[in-house]
């Protein structure tokens, strides 16, 4: 808001009304900009789960610093103009100072938020492009984590109503619970059996969508051991609210403990599962094709 | 309503036997079942359509296409084309004039069309108004369930498909239908039978979605995606169908805007005299045009897949879902762009009146409209960031809906600067307006976080987003809806609203507005998704504060249900002819405003913004009607 041209609407007002605001924007977002980033900031989840969702963290701190000096101006401007240049009660309705345009001003607001944007697109790009943040990216992802040609695959498999999991690593052994190594660089491979249902591991910072017919590739970078939440973030249907479960990150050695059993009880099974929907028996594929659908009529 | 010297009216027995609203029915009724037998004949006879195995889907849409063509006829609809076939000379007089049976009819009086659309439109919004109620009713605990979890997605489905289809005609509908024409010195619109019609076809499609109820309800909310929409309930044929009409209402109405704003202006009024008003409907209704017929194509394919067993959207078939999403985010971008567009209009509509200031920056809060309408087609697929579309096109997307931000900014910058320094009047318009630039505030900043690749892997699917477009859609439509009631209905009626009534509700609906979506940042940003019936126990609190907050600001609106009944039926004060002191032209002819509009065109000079600058509003010339249309 730079100064006005001085045409008073009221008699004796000469006051720089325009740069009051700006002095006070800037003293309010230089005060309020490093408190939320201080004190906001660390509550901000997804929190420090792994890699990416620390990288989605930052994002979101970075947001959120960002929009406060923009609340601010906002606070600052309806906040003194409403109260400045309210008719009293009981006073004349009189027409206020003409005022069309102001070159200056229109240049300097399309400047800074161009600024903004671009730097907003910029630094998301960036935080993509280092290591996926953890977002679904199709069969073929461009924002490759560092190894991830040595990945740890694992086969995320949705169905009305759950996740199952296979691990290509172990013979394309398919469980119902979410194991993974710790400090592993780990390759999501997301799919669908019939409808459209979408991965979310919370905690892991991990969202992509399972779509019959679709490899959808997410890498996610585990740290130490832990417990997180996974639940189905696109609506599939009747059951949707409660298609949901626990998976755990533990260290090497429980891992390949629990993937040798699970394997063994793996083939112990395979032959009598025999529902359609169910690849237990399948070979492994990175996309399985679903059932057609069938309507009446 | 009206004080038009109406010629010598018929008996009312005898004026409701002919083509109006109770024929409509009786028609729409048989018609009905002429379509749901007639499948049956088709498809074969061994179906049990009342029992619960191989419902015959084709009979579903027969019966209710059967249905809107019999409602259609018994209107009136095909009188026209028939008159002219069989040689007698067409009018559309005899359909503009007469008492209150002609809201009831199919009247080809823009401003009959304006006060239908708004009952229409108020009477859906305050359907989906409840089924928000029943949502939150199941919310308030995280497990145990108020309703079956079918019947929950399909009060999901019903509130969402309800907001995204009838408002997107919320605006457009009651005000740029009535007063459009006006603004622009026109009598009529430019098709007056294919204005009513976008009117009608709104009213069955509304009917259509309600009766979903009696087939199963569907489960998909309102995307409706494929190949979740293939293997549902019959009722989702409903909403198909309703989403279909709802798309070919728009694009006439869209299709009527453009024609009428290009090809009716009075004379003198050049484009940089236009109305922001009309600016604002002129783009939104280029976005109708363009974006739904996107929208019945796929919905058909949606059909054709349920019924002649074609595979679009299955991949079993060699299809795929992601066509299923594209196409309905080609049209869904630009619908939230249909929705909020008018709201931007009616803000930098209005903001000029209470603070008697001319419109700041009129050129670039038209190229703010235009940028958004534009940009707005190049944004879809950030709704498809995590889904594993075009993976490689994310920073692409991510970079154009920044982009928007701008043009939209523009249209906070005119705002901002036209009440700056200007004499600003706290009216029940005023508020609402003002509302607006908190609450698209909120909204846009969210946005922020949403177009992010990195943060939208937190967001996506969660209740931060339903956060988001509630702040954008219901801060920023419905919001501007009320202003442009309260700034408006005077005029149409002829009867002032309660003012104090009016601020007790917009109080009301604004703390309890921000006090319902405010806690739902941090409930979808602490892991609560989208239309899912339970959620974390831990969420409960929040839960329960939205839930007591949403139900409240459903009360507000009985208080405003409460002023409009007060007000219009039995307090009765007649309006001025210009109670706000507007300069618009609408404010210049009495309230309400004549059949007819004008007795002559008038000729502009000026843009309806000149406060302070020392000249006259438009005049509107008096004397002998210049003909009929």
Not at chain 2, 346 to 368: H, M, Q, T
Not at chain 2, 416 to 422: A, E, K, L, S
Not at chain 2, 511 to 521: D, E, I, K, Y
Not at chain 2, 544 to 568: E, H, Q, R, T
Request: charged share 10%; with cysteine; hydrophobic share 50%.
């Amino acid at each position: 808001m730079a100064s006005q041209p001085a045409a008073a609407t009221r008699p004796g007002d000469s006051t720089n009304h325009g740069l009051r605001v700006v002095v006070a924007w800037l003293v309010l977002s230089a005060i309020a900009t490093p408190l939320v980033a201080i004190y906001v900031g660390p509550l901000i989840p997804p929190g420090n789960g792994s890699v990416q969702a620390q990288g989605q963290t930052f994002s979101n701190q970075v947001m959120t610093s960002l929009v406060t000096p923009v609340l601010c101006l906002m606070v600052v401007f309806f906040g003194y103009g409403l109260i400045k240049f309210h008719l009293r009660r009981n006073e004349a309705v009189l027409d206020g100072p003409p005022l069309r345009n102001d070159s200056l001003i229109q240049v300097l607001w399309i400047v800074i938020t161009s600024a903004m944007v671009l730097f907003l697109a910029g630094f998301g790009t960036y935080e993509l492009l280092k290591d996926g943040a953890g977002g679904g990216q199709g069969p073929n992802p461009i924002a490759l984590p560092a190894g991830h040609k040595t990945a740890f695959q694992v086969q995320v498999i949705g169905q009305q109503w759950q996740f199952t999991y296979r691990y290509p690593s172990f013979g394309g052994m398919e469980s119902n619970q979410l194991v993974l190594p710790e400090h592993t660089l780990v390759a999501f491979h997301v799919t669908s059996l019939d409808v459209v249902h979408s991965f979310w591991a919370y905690e892991l910072g991990v969202k992509a969508d399972a779509n019959p017919g679709v490899d959808n590739v997410a890498y996610v970078t585990t740290k130490g051991p832990m417990v997180f939440h996974v639940r189905c973030a696109e609506l599939c249907g009747l059951w949707h609210g409660y298609m949901f479960n626990n998976g755990v990150v533990v260290n090497h050695g429980a891992f390949t403990h629990w993937a040798t059993r699970a394997l063994a009880l793996y083939h112990s099974i395979k032959g009598y599962v025999n529902r359609p929907a169910d690849k237990g028996g399948a070979p492994f594929a990175y996309s399985y094709l679903p059932e057609p659908t069938r309507r009446a009529g | 309503m009206s004080a038009v010297a109406a010629p010598p009216q018929r008996p009312l027995w005898r004026r409701l036997i002919g083509f109006n609203f109770i024929t409509a029915l009786i028609l729409g009724v048989a018609g009905w079942y002429v379509g749901w037998f007639g499948a049956h004949k088709i498809v074969g006879p061994s179906l049990d359509y009342f029992g619960d195995i191989d419902y015959n889907e084709l009979s579903v849409y027969l019966a209710y296409i059967g249905g809107v063509v019999g409602f259609l006829v018994g209107l009136g609809f095909l009188n026209y084309p028939v008159k002219r076939l069989l040689g007698y000379p067409p009018s559309l007089r005899e359909k503009e004039e007469g008492g209150w049976t002609r809201y009831f009819s199919l009247c080809t009086d823009h401003k009959v069309v304006g006060i239908q659309y708004l009952w229409g439109v108020g009477l859906f919004f305050f359907i989906g108004g409840l089924n928000a109620m029943l949502i939150r009713t199941e919310l308030l605990t995280p497990h145990s369930q108020a309703f079956p979890a079918g019947t929950y997605l399909t009060i999901v489905g019903m509130h969402g498909t309800m907001m995204m289809g009838v408002m997107t005609s919320g605006i457009l509908g009651p005000f740029a239908n009535y007063f459009v024409p006006i603004m622009i010195g026109a009598r009529r619109m430019a098709f007056p039978r294919i204005e009513a019609l976008t009117f009608w076809l709104l009213m069955a499609a509304g009917a259509i979605l309600t009766t979903t109820v009696f087939f199963g309800g569907f489960p998909t909310g309102w995307t409706g995606y494929a190949p979740l929409s293939t293997q549902a309930n019959p009722g989702i044929d409903n909403y198909i169908l309703f989403f279909a009409l709802v798309g070919l209402s728009m694009t006439l109405l869209g299709l009527n805007m453009i024609v009428t704003v290009l090809t009716m202006r009075a004379p003198g009024l050049t484009w940089t005299r236009l109305p922001i008003f009309v600016w604002g409907v002129l783009s939104t209704a280029v976005l109708m045009v363009l974006a739904a017929p996107v929208l019945i194509s796929t919905l058909a394919m949606a059909a054709l897949d349920r019924t002649a067993q074609t595979t679009f959207f299955n991949p079993s078939g060699g299809g795929s879902n992601y066509l299923y999403q594209n196409l309905f985010w080609v049209f869904g971008h630009p619908e939230v762009y249909i929705l909020a567009l008018p709201g931007f209009a009616i803000v930098l509509e209005l903001l000029p009146v209470f603070s008697r200031k001319p419109l700041w920056g009129y050129r670039l809060a038209v190229g703010g409209l235009l940028g958004v309408s534009l940009l707005s087609w190049f944004v879809w697929q950030h709704h498809l960031f995590v889904s594993g579309i075009n993976g490689d096109l994310r920073p692409f997307y991510m970079l154009s809906t920044e982009l928007i931000s701008i043009p939209t900014g523009l249209t906070f910058l005119c705002g901002m600067m036209t009440i700056w320094r200007g004499n600003i009047r706290f009216t029940v318009p005023m508020l609402f307006c003002l509302a607006w630039f908190f609450n698209f505030l909120i909204g846009g900043l969210s946005g922020v976080f949403l177009s992010d690749v990195p943060s939208d892997v937190t967001t996506h699917g969660s209740f931060f987003s339903m956060a988001h477009f509630h702040y954008t859609i219901m801060g920023g439509l419905i919001f501007t809806f009320f202003a442009a009631i309260y700034y408006w209905v005077p005029k149409m009626t002829g009867w002032e609203l309660n003012e104090l009534l009016g601020k007790i509700h917009f109080w009301a609906m604004f703390v309890f507005f921000n006090s319902t979506f405010a806690p739902l940042f941090a409930v979808g940003f602490l892991g609560q998704a989208r239309r899912a019936v339970t959620y974390p126990s831990n969420l409960q609190f929040l839960n329960d504060w939205v839930s007591v907050s949403a139900f409240l600001l459903g009360a507000s609106m009985l208080v405003f249900l409460f002023n409009l009944v007060w007000s219009l039926a039995f307090a009765r004060k007649p309006a001025e002819a210009n109670p706000w002191g507007s300069r618009s032209i609408e404010f210049q002819l009495p309230s309400p405003v004549p059949v007819h509009n004008f007795d002559r065109i008038p000729v502009f000079s000026s843009d309806p913004y000149g406060y302070g600058e020392g000249t006259q509003p438009v005049a509107v010339p008096a004397g002998a009607p210049a003909g009929r249309e």
